[in-house]
C-alpha cells in the first residue's frame, strides 16, 4: 500500500502559500456576503446526519487543495485498502474491520463476514433472552477504553429507547470507590456482570472483574455461567478465569472500534436486538457513503480534510464538542479517545518523525452547560478554538417549551461565534470570525448514532491517512503501564531506590 505523507506533495507547499496570502486572513462574515449560496455551498446531507460547514474558515479554493492533497497523499486507496481488508495497520501487522462488524449479509466478499453474522447472531440471542429474564434487573459492565467508552456512550444516548426494568452500570476505574459503589446497589441474585476486555489482560478490568468475582462469591452468589459474561478477543483467558459464558470477537477489531462487536452487548440488551441492527444499518449507511461518494460530496472526508487544515495550517490545537443533548453527554470523552489515540501520534507509519501536528485536543460538555462555564473563553479569548455543535430536531420529552430554547441556544452560540460585536465597545465587544461545525440528526435513534459515530470514525481514518500515521495502534498507553508494574511494589515496601527525586519523594508522601 503506497502512502505518500502529506509535507511531501505537491499540495502541502500550496496550501502552505494559499494560507499565507489568503487563508490567514478570511472573514466569514464577508465570505457570507460574498456568497448568497453560501450555506447550500458548504452544508450537505448524508446518511442520517445533516452537516453545515458553512461557518467554517474555508472556501472553494481552499477545499480544492485540500481535496489535492487527499488524492496526492493517496487518501482514496488507503481508504480501499482497509475495505478491502489489506492490514493497514502496520505496526501491529492487523486488518482494520470495524465496517466488517455492520455490514449486511452477503455485501461484502470478505472471508470473515460469516463469522461475524454467526457471532452477532448468537449474542444477540443471549441479549433477548437476558431482556426476557426478569430475575436480572442490574448490567454491570466491567471494561476501560473502548471496552468501556463506547458502550457507556450509546447506552447514555439511546436511554429512550432503553428497556424499562434493567438498570446499567459502567465500571471502568481501578479506583475501587467505582466498583464498590455499584456493588452497595446490587444483589448477586440479580446482577449480570460482562467482563469487557479486548485481551482480558488489562489490569484495571481484570482487577475490577476479581473483586467483582469474589464479591458474587462471598455474597452467596451461585451460578457463574449465569452471572458472568465475557466479551474478549481472548476467549482462553476468559475461560481460565472461570467465565465460561463468551462472546469473541477478533484482532482486526480496534478497542476503540469494539462498540459495534460483542463489546456492544449492553447495548443490544438495553435496546434489544432489532435496536442493535438499527446501529448498525446507521453506520453501515455511512461506511457505503465514505466508501463511494465523490470528494466534493464525501461528509467524512470533508471533516477530516477540515482538521487538517485548521490544525496544520491556521494551527488550532484544539477542537470543542457541544452536544446540545443531555443524553449525549459521554459523546465528548467518547470521541477524545477515538481521535486522540488513533492520531495522537508523532512519527509516521514507518516510524519518522513527523514535522507537522497532529491530532487536535478534543474537550466539551453538553450545551447549554458549556455556555455558562468556559464559553466565555471560545467567545473572548485569545485562542481560536472550533466548535462542534451536535442538535437533534425531535426530543424525547414532552415538556413544553425547552427544546425550542435549546435549540435556539445552539443557534445563538454557532451565531454570536461567527457574528461577533463590534458597536458595544471595549469588554463587550466580540472578535467574532470564530468557526463552528453544525450536525443536526432529525431524531437521536439507534439509527442516526450509529452512523454519527460512524461519520467521526471515518473523519478521524481522513486526518491520519493524511498525517500518514498510523491512526490504529496505541503504543503511547505502554510505558506508564510498565511503570506503574514497578511502582505498586514499591508503594507497599517503600523501596524508592533508583526513582527520580519527585517520584520518589510523592511515593513517600503517599504511603
Ligand atoms: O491502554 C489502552 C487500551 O489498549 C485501549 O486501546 C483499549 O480500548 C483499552 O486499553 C482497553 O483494552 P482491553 O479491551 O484489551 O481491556
Not at 488507503?78 to 449479509?105: C, S
Not at 461565534?417 to 439507534?446: I, Y
Request: aromatic fraction near 10%.
Amino acid at each position: 500500500m503506497h502512502r505518500v505523507r502529506c509535507d511531501r506533495t505537491a499540495a502541502w507547499p500550496r496550501l502552505q502559500t494559499y494560507y499565507k496570502e489568503q487563508g490567514a486572513n478570511f472573514d466569514l462574515r464577508t465570505a457570507f456576503d460574498s456568497d448568497p449560496k453560501r450555506f447550500a455551498h458548504f452544508s450537505q446531507q448524508a446518511p442520517h446526519v445533516f452537516a453545515d460547514l458553512s461557518k467554517n474558515l474555508l472556501n472553494h479554493v481552499a477545499e480544492a487543495l485540500l481535496f489535492e492533497l487527499a488524492q496526492q497523499c493517496g487518501v482514496p486507496a488507503y481508504r480501499d485498502a482497509m475495505f478491502a481488508g489489506e492490514k493497514i495497520n502496520n505496526t501491529e501487522q492487523r486488518a482494520v474491520k470495524h465496517w466488517l462488524l455492520r455490514a449486511p449479509k452477503g455485501s461484502s466478499a470478505d472471508p470473515d463476514l460469516a463469522l461475524v453474522h454467526e457471532t452477532l447472531d448468537a449474542m444477540l440471542a443471549y441479549a433477548e433472552r437476558v431482556r426476557a429474564d426478569d430475575a436480572i434487573t442490574e448490567v454491570v459492565n466491567i471494561g476501560i477504553g473502548g471496552s468501556d467508552l463506547g458502550p457507556q456512550m450509546v447506552v447514555t444516548a439511546l436511554a429512550a429507547h432503553a428497556m424499562p426494568g434493567k438498570r446499567f452500570h459502567f465500571v471502568s476505574n481501578i479506583d475501587g470507590h467505582e466498583l464498590a459503589a455499584v456493588l452497595e446497589q446490587v444483589k448477586p441474585e440479580s446482577t449480570l456482570f460482562l467482563v469487557a476486555s479486548k485481551t482480558f489482560t488489562t489490569l484495571e478490568t481484570m482487577t475490577n472483574a476479581r473483586s467483582a468475582k469474589r464479591w458474587f462469591e462471598q455474597n452467596g452468589g451461585k451460578d457463574i455461567a449465569r452471572h458472568f459474561a465475557a466479551l474478549t478477543t481472548n476467549v482462553e483467558a476468559a475461560r481460565e478465569f472461570g467465565i465460561d459464558t463468551t462472546f469473541g470477537f477478533w484482532d482486526w477489531v480496534g478497542g476503540r472500534y469494539s462498540l459495534w462487536s460483542a463489546i456492544g452487548l449492553p447495548i443490544a440488551i438495553a435496546i434489544g436486538a432489532a435496536g442493535f441492527r438499527d446501529l448498525l444499518a446507521g453506520a453501515h449507511a455511512m461506511d457505503e457513503h465514505f466508501r463511494t461518494a465523490p470528494a466534493q460530496a464525501n461528509l467524512p472526508l470533508r471533516l477530516g480534510l477540515l482538521d487538517v487544515w485548521y490544525r496544520d495550517f491556521h494551527g488550532f490545537g484544539s477542537r470543542s464538542i457541544a452536544p446540545y443533548h443531555s443524553a449525549l453527554r459521554r459523546v465528548p470523552a467518547y470521541l477524545q479517545q477515538l481521535e486522540m489515540e488513533s492520531n495522537g501520534k508523532s512519527v509516521d507509519a514507518q516510524g519518522a518523525a513527523v514535522t507537522y501536528a497532529t491530532s487536535p485536543v478534543l474537550w466539551g460538555e453538553p450545551g447549554t452547560n458549556g455556555q455558562h462555564a468556559y464559553f466565555q473563553m471560545l467567545h473572548q479569548g485569545t485562542d481560536r478554538v472550533p466548535v462542534e455543535f451536535i442538535a437533534v430536531k425531535q426530543p424525547a420529552h414532552a415538556l413544553p417549551v425547552h427544546h425550542e430554547l435549546l435549540l435556539a441556544n445552539a443557534l445563538a452560540q454557532a451565531q454570536a461565534l461567527m457574528q461577533g460585536r463590534q458597536d458595544a465597545g471595549g469588554h463587550r465587544n466580540f472578535s467574532g470570525n470564530r468557526p463552528s461545525t453544525f450536525f443536526v440528526l432529525d431524531e437521536l435513534s439507534p439509527a442516526s448514532l450509529g452512523a454519527f459515530i460512524a461519520l467521526y470514525e471515518h473523519r478521524v481514518f481522513t486526518s491520519g491517512a493524511v498525517w500518514g500515521i498510523d491512526s490504529f495502534d496505541q503504543w503511547g498507553v505502554e510505558l506508564g503501564k510498565v511503570l506503574a508494574q514497578d511502582l505498586a511494589p514499591r508503594l507497599a515496601s517503600g523501596d524508592a531506590a533508583g526513582l527520580d527525586p519527585s517520584t520518589a519523594g510523592l511515593l513517600q508522601r503517599l504511603r
